[in-house]
Every structure is written in structure tokens, then in C-alpha cells.
């Protein structure tokens, strides 16, 4: 499975982006599908995710701004943000994780937040 990130962008203070992450297969079996930031010099982190079942996590610096989202039946993952600030800028990757813990990552898309 391939993934492909899209949406990043540049946005003012307040404002709102969603990403998308289009998966070249089936993403219904896989058991994690999440979004990851990254900014220079500083890990990859965890943004959100969604777990079989539905259950969703979130960073604590997002959770109540961003939502993540599925469509099995189009293969694509979603992040709306909302609410963005400055330090959301970041490089954004989604990720799944399937059968065996096969890992898959999207190439990053950039979202800029400006003051």
C-alpha cells in the first residue's frame, strides 16, 4: 500500500486545513491509520489516530482542534484542523499500520501557519 499525502498549505492564525492521505489499497483492515508532524531538528510525532473500532487518540496539544477521520470505501484518511496556531507548523505525514505490524508511511505535505 501506497499513501499520498495532500492539503498542506500555508494559513493565518485561526483558520483551518484538512488534510487528506489517499491509499493506493484497501485501508479497512488495516488497525492503526494516523498523522504525524515532524519539525526540523525535532522526532516525528504523533498528531492523532484511529483505532479498529473507531476509538481515536489525540496529541494533547490538538485534541478538541483536530479531528481524524476514515473512508473505507474511498481508502482515504482525513485530518480537519481548525483553530491552527503558529506552532502547528510542521511537515504532516499519515501512516497505517496493517496485518503484522506492516507499516506504511505518505510522503509529507507542509503546513504553515503564520501569526
Known amino acids: 500500500v501506497q499513501l499520498q499525502a495532500s492539503g498542506g498549505g500555508l494559513v493565518q492564525a485561526g483558520g483551518s486545513l484538512r488534510l487528506s492521505c489517499a491509499a493506493s489499497?484497501?485501508?479497512?483492515?488495516?488497525?492503526?491509520l494516523a498523522w504525524y508532524r515532524q519539525t526540523p531538528g525535532k522526532q516525528r510525532d504523533m498528531v492523532a489516530e484511529i483505532i479498529t473500532g473507531g476509538n481515536t487518540n489525540y496529541a494533547a496539544s490538538v485534541e478538541g482542534r483536530f479531528t481524524i477521520s476514515r473512508d473505507n470505501a474511498k481508502n482515504m484518511i482525513y485530518l480537519q484542523m481548525n483553530s491552527l496556531k503558529p506552532e502547528d507548523t510542521a511537515v504532516y505525514y499519515c501512516k497505517a499500520i496493517g496485518i503484522g505490524i506492516r507499516t506504511y508511511w505518505g510522503q509529507g505535505t507542509l503546513v504553515t501557519v503564520s501569526s
Open positions: 489499497g484497501s485501508i479497512a483492515g488495516m488497525k492503526i
